[in-house]
């Protein structure tokens, strides 16, 4: 099976204004270059509040990637016996993990509203299911360290 063509991506405009009419009371910014969105959300009703920050620009090879960073609480609690947080590109800038890239989960002609928010809420419920557990249920087939490797790769070519 060969990989799908990618539609027409999506302007910033344009995923700013579904961000904005799917997350009313959210923060956009938007410049030439780069959208950053936002938003406290709840992943469940008994959740707390986290603020998720997106940010989405072009990466190194011009690709539109967005990258998802949970900004409160600062420093998410790990749980019992852990040092560090689960499926994460970035542990201490707490950048979570949403797709795998290198399977093209994702792409520029996709809305941020019906991806990526809904998968940063999901990430977050498993998140708290991984505190009070130990164990990740959240799926993904790779741990941080071979997606730093395989980004360094990426980046070192």
């Avoid at 989405?56 to 609690?77: A, D």
Wanted: net charge neutral; hydrophobic share 30%.
């Amino acid at each position: 099976m060969g990989v799908k063509p990618m539609s027409k991506p999506l302007s910033l405009y344009t995923q700013a204004d579904m961000l904005r009419r799917a997350y009313h009371g959210c923060e956009i910014k938007i410049s030439r270059v780069c959208l950053t969105w936002r938003y406290n959300m709840h992943p469940s009703e008994w959740s707390q509040s986290y603020t998720v920050k997106i940010r989405y620009c072009r990466n190194n090879k011009g690709r539109w990637v967005p990258s998802t960073y949970i900004n409160f609480p600062r420093l998410l609690p790990l749980a019992e016996g852990q040092n560090r947080l689960p499926h994460v590109y970035n542990h201490e800038a707490q950048e979570i993990c949403l797709y795998d890239w290198r399977e093209h989960e994702w792409d520029a002609s996709m809305s941020i509203a019906e991806t990526i928010v809904p998968w940063a809420s999901e990430w977050l419920y498993n998140y708290e299911a991984w505190v009070m557990t130990g164990q990740w249920y959240g799926g993904g087939h790779y741990p941080e360290s071979e997606i730093k490797k395989e980004t360094d790769k990426e980046e070192n070519k």
